[in-house]
Structure formats: C-alpha cells, structure tokens
C-alpha cells in the first residue's frame, strides 16, 4: 500500500497547488507514438515494461560525452580501471558469443514481463517460479555465432518448443570466469532461446515454453491496455505497466490506517478505481517528461504526477553530472599518471582475450607459438577458408607494442597456463623470464 498512498498523496498535492500537468524535460530521452511490443509475453502477464534503447544522434552524442567523461574520471583510479577492464572484456565477450555490441546500439529494447497473484494473500505461498518472468531482447544478434560460442565453451543446451535453448547461468559463469549462476538445480535454472535472428527470450523452463509459442503465434500474447493519458507521449524510452485490477482492487479496498495521510490515500483511491498503473518517460508534446499515470481503462479518469526541467537545462545537467564524476573519481586529468605496467596488465590479461577466443571459435583452436598473435590479423598460411579476421585493430597492419616498445610475448601452449596460453610483456627490463614480466598468469 506504501505505493498507492505516495502516488495518491502527491496527486492530490498537485492538485491542491494546481500544479501545471504539463511536463517538459528532464532526461535526454528519446520519444515514440506506440505501445509497447508486448508480443511474446504471456496474455496473463501484469506487470510489464520496455526499455527503448534506439537513439536519434543528438541522443548519442549526448551519451557518448557523458560515457567518455566515465571512462576518463574512472581512468584516474585503480578501482575505476580494474572496473573499466572488466567492462570492456565482458563487452568483448558478449560480442563473442553473438550477442552484439550494445555500445554500438546492437541492443535495441529490453521487453521484461510476470505475472503476480491476483489477491495479497496469494502471496503468501507465491514463487517466483510460479510468475512466468519472461525478458525479451530485440536487435541486432548472429545465433549461429552463439550456437558455435555455446558449443566450445560447453554450455548445457536443450531443446525448448523445437527450439535450441542454452542454460544462461552456465553461459554467464563461462563469461565471467565464475561458478555461481551454473549451480542452480534445473527446475529453477535459466534458459534463452532465439526466435529468430533479431529476437531472444529468456526465461525457466515454462516460461521460455510459452514465450516462444507466443513469438511463433501459435499461443496468445499480451495486449497492452490504450491509456489516452500515455498518449500524450509521442514518443518513450521507458514504459512500465502494472495492470493487475484484482489485486489492485483489494489493496484499495485495503486502504487504511491511524495517520491522516493514510486516511486521506484511502479515500482518493476509492474516489476513482485504478486498473492500471503507468511510470513512462519521453517525449511530450515539444519537451519531455517522466510521469506516474494512475488509469481506468475503461472510463480514462485518471490521476497524474510529472517531474520536468527545461530543455535548455540538459546540457548543463550534463555537466553537472561529468564533473561530479570527475571530482570524485580524481579528476580526468589524473589519466595521464596512470602508470606503464597498469598499461601492460590490461593488453595481456583483457584486451586480447576476446580475440583470442573469436579466433578460437572460427579456426577450431588458438594460434600456435610460431603463428603468434600476428594471426589476429592475417591469415596463417593455409587457414584463409576459416580465417574471418581481422580479429582486433592494427594501425598499418602492425602489432602494438607494450609501454616499454618491445613486442609482446606468446606462447600457446603456453608455459604458466598449461591448458592455455601465455601472452607477456617482459617489462622495464626488457628481458623474459624475469621478476617483472607481466603475463595472464
């Protein structure tokens, strides 16, 4: 009930001061005249949402500035870079395994939906395994890519509605080098599956099962309720819905309490039922805006709650946000110290990783000590018909070379990691097999 007395307190509230219901701009989102595509979430669902992740590039730009003014400021620390380090591998990987890059907008909206129990007591033996959660990803991905990539790194799969499905905890223990999410006992694990080549659904066992018939149209999807209210938004990035009138309906009947603020949230909910609760942010009529909807479908009464700020603030909000990032990462500045062997570590331990496997994954295995890393960008004689390269960037065809201008070194098998490879920089002293050599190991 926490919920419906702020929305209804501050309803009320706005009304009281006659706030202006028209909202301007508070994010650099992007807008859309739709409804969510619901398509592939079970009819039952009634808690939805979709996160619209296309930007027009003014959007992008404006992004990429906040993005680069991170990547600087966490630069400056060696917390911020072991995280930067980890990101950019698990990007790399991610791009690996078929799933596009999401930096590059591969990733095009994230649909996410379950259904929860129609009354509060049905909560009381409530499951998670019992509520369908379905997530959706739509854009741009290479399932075959994935199939390869499951398949060397020995990811469980299954068959799911005759489709091939992967256990997504193995896969992300494979990713990550951990073993967590791989342990989970089958009737609660995790699956994912491609619909086709620009759809992927995820989730257990059941509900992948009715998610795919639902994308293949063999199983009835969910409609998403036409709230004029949303309408207004000509276009959104974030759109999240709970439309559960049952349960809505016994929460307010429910309504109550010893303190006025409790009384007054009861009696404003049992002015006008609500069957849907709505929190969208986007476009709205010239400006944006980030609005809670309490809705009737039926009659479209309804009660809203706007946060705006003026267009003309966003670049200024922007900069609030980059030096305060700044100021508390050490300042961009502080990117110039970071130091040589920092440098090192992360080429052999994180920037070549993911290339190193994409190899792996086209050519059966890693390149042989004699082939070296210079197979990442030419073909080694007599592989050019597997070869799909180049697999990392060369300026003028040569490889980089490590802080201190000597090459790096590679091994496969390699010597420290014997079912693997070793790649090394042999440090200040320029000499391998010494105390400061820097390697994978």
């Not at 072991?82 to 095009?108: I, N, P, S």
């Not at 909000?317 to 300042?331: H, P």
């Not at 693997?420 to 390697?439: K, V």
Request: charged share 25%; glycine share 8%; net charge neutral.
């Amino acid at each position: 009930m926490n919920l419906f007395r702020i929305l209804t307190l501050g309803a009320v509230a706005l009304l009281a001061v006659g706030c202006d219901k028209k909202a301007e701009e508070l994010l650099p989102v992007k807008p859309s005249a739709k409804l969510p595509d619901t398509k592939g979430l079970p009819s039952g669902t009634n808690l939805y949402a979709q996160i619209d992740l296309k930007l027009d590039p003014q959007q992008k730009q404006a992004y990429g500035a906040l993005i680069d003014s991170i990547v600087k400021a966490a630069g400056t620390k060696a917390e911020g870079r072991t995280f930067l380090r980890k990101a950019e591998d698990a990007v790399g990987r991610l791009k690996d395994a078929g799933f596009g890059d999401f930096t590059q907008g591969d990733l095009h909206s994230i649909t996410f939906g379950m259904t929860l129990p129609e009354s509060p007591a049905g909560f009381e033996s409530f499951s998670p395994e019992d509520s369908d959660i379905t997530v959706i990803l739509r854009g741009k991905f290479a399932p075959e890519r994935t199939k390869s990539f499951c398949q060397a790194e020995r990811v469980q799969e299954s068959l799911i509605e005759g489709q091939t499905a992967w256990n997504l905890g193995k896969l992300i223990d494979q990713l990550t080098g951990e073993e967590t999410f791989g342990r989970l006992p089958d009737d609660k694990s995790v699956w994912f599956a491609y619909a086709d080549n620009g759809t992927l659904a995820i989730g257990t066992r059941s509900s992948l099962r009715k998610s795919l018939a639902a994308l293949k149209g063999e199983r009835a999807s969910l409609k998403p309720a036409v709230i004029k209210a949303a309408e207004e938004f000509k276009e959104w990035n974030i759109y999240f819905c709970f439309n559960n009138p049952r349960l809505i309906e016994a929460a307010t009947a429910q309504a109550g309490g010893d303190r006025p603020s409790d009384r007054v949230a009861a009696r404003i909910l049992r002015i006008m039922p609500h069957d849907q609760a709505l929190i969208i942010s986007g476009a709205r009529g010239d400006s944006e805006a980030v609005a809670v909807i309490l809705s009737n479908e039926a009659t479209q009464e309804n009660i809203q709650y706007s946060v705006s700020a003026s267009k003309s603030l966003t670049p200024k909000f922007l900069k609030v946000y980059t030096d305060s990032i700044a100021d508390l990462m050490g300042g961009p500045d502080q990117l110039l110290a970071q130091s040589q062997t920092s440098v090192a570590e992360l080429f052999v331990n994180e920037s070549l990783r993911a290339s190193l496997i994409r190899y792996r994954i086209d050519l059966g295995d890693y390149p042989s000590t004699q082939e070296g890393i210079l197979a990442l960008i030419r073909a080694p004689q007599g592989q050019s018909d597997k070869w799909r390269g180049p697999y990392m960037q060369a300026r003028g065809g040569r490889l980089p070379l490590d802080p201190w201008n000597q090459e790096y070194q590679y091994r496969y098998p390699g010597i420290m990691n014997k079912k693997s490879y070793d790649l090394f920089s042999m440090g200040p002293d320029r000499r391998a097999g010494t105390a400061d050599d820097i390697g994978n190991w």
